[in-house]
């Protein structure tokens, strides 16, 4: 599966891109690190990505879903990427960071909104 332990987190390999300054953020707050990868969505641009998460952003009118999905949307979406000796790779969000979306945001589960790629399954998001 090409998964590698890096501290506490997962990490595998992936193409990372350079942020700008413009989209070194997540809803609002300034991210830490300069390169991210698109490789955890189905979208090939960052304009796409940014357009997708501004749709989310009528999340915050359910807030308790809000606050447990903001971190993993930007875990997903807007995730670390580094290269780790010489090669591309990703952070993963962990497969408990979903669970704990499912039932706050349980409403948008089934729906179009909720994209298969956020789903909790243990090949997207490796359990700690």
């Known amino acids: 599966s090409g998964l590698v332990p890096r501290g506490s987190h997962m990490v595998r390999r992936a193409r990372c891109y350079p942020t700008s300054n413009a989209t070194n953020t997540c809803f609002g707050s300034k991210l830490p690190y300069e390169l991210s990868s698109l490789d955890l969505t189905d979208f090939h641009t960052e304009k796409e990505l940014n357009d997708k998460l501004n749709d989310y952003y009528a999340l915050k009118h359910v807030p308790k879903c809000w606050a447990a999905i903001q971190p993993f949307l930007c875990a997903v ?35 179009t909104f909720f994209p298969k790629f956020l789903r909790c399954n243990e090949t997207l998001f490796p359990t700690k």
């Open 77 to 111: 979406f807007k995730p670390k990427c580094e290269k780790i000796n010489g090669e591309d790779m990703v952070y993963l969000p962990s497969y408990e960071m979903c669970r704990i979306t499912m039932e706050p945001c349980r409403i948008l589960y089934n729906t």
